[in-house]
Structures are given as structure tokens and as C-alpha cells.
């Protein structure tokens, strides 16, 4: 059984979409509800209905807006970024606390970041592109293992001798 496939990117090896956190839907249908609070005083039918759609709309619209992470055997999407796996470097999946060291002493403004707050760990992507003036890429993920052995994994011509390097202390 093959992987599926993308229209022009080979074969997914990997895919994430980084949805918010439980927390996060929360508040989201927290501050959705408001809208139907507000109009409590003029329609209950139609306070419920506003606070119903508002909360439908807000969920939808979370969605959509939770990038993407996918590796293929050609290439690395991270929400809009891509890149070929051919400048694909050293992969370091970052725990918890590494991702939080990364976040803070360890930030270099020069990477390219995709991150999200309500996920507490990710990986950090060598790019080996010598025209490319971004060293690395940091992104959010729940599974750093799992996106490092993926990037690892060889499937590109000349990305045979990629590491997958794992500092889950």
C-alpha cells in the first residue's frame, strides 16, 4: 500500500495540520457566545441563534487557519513555506524543554518560525541552501519524532546521508 500523494510533490511521508489546544476552544467559544449574550435582552430565540452561529463560524474559521505541516519525498511544507528536502540538514526533535530553551536564549531571529503557543514542543531543521540566508527552520509540532524520522527518511536524490538527531532529555 502506498502513501497517498500530493499533486506535484511526491509521496506524503508525514502530515500535521496544528490545531489549538482544548484550552484554546474554550476561549474561542467563550468569546463566541458573547455575541449571543449581548442580544439576550432583545430575543432569547435570537440570542441562541447568534451565539450557535457564531460559535459554528469561529470553529470553522480555527480550523482553516491551523497550518499545515507536511513532509513529502521531495519537499518540506510548513503552512505556506516550502522547501526541497535536497537543503534539508540535521533534524533535532525538541522535548518540552528544549522547545522552551529554543523559544527564548536560544532564539536566533534569522530562522524561519512556525510556531504555535499551544503546542509545547517541535524540531528544528538545518537548511543546508547556501543561497538561503535562513540557517534553520523552528516548527511547532506534537509529534517531533515522528516530523524528525520523516525528514530523515531518505527519499531524495543526494539526501541519503540526512540525521535525524533526537535531544529528547
Known sequence: MSA?????????????????????????????????VVLVPLDLVVAAAVAVAAMIIMAVVLVVTSPVIEVTDRQLRAGRAQISREYVGTVTALDRDAWQQA???????????????????GVRV????????TPAWLLSTRRPEDLALALAASGTPGHEDAQAEHSLQ
Open 4 to 36: 497517498p500523494r500530493t499533486a506535484d510533490s511526491g509521496d506524503v511521508l508525514h502530515t500535521e495540520r496544528l490545531t489549538p489546544s482544548p484550552g484554546a476552544w474554550v476561549v474561542a467559544f467563550v468569546f463566541a457566545s458573547v455575541f449571543g
Open 103 to 121: 523559544m527564548s536564549t536560544g532564539f536566533d531571529p534569522r530562522d524561519f518560525h512556525l510556531t504555535r503557543g499551544w503546542v509545547a514542543t
Open 126 to 133: 538545518q537548511i543546508t541552501d547556501p543561497t538561503d540566508p
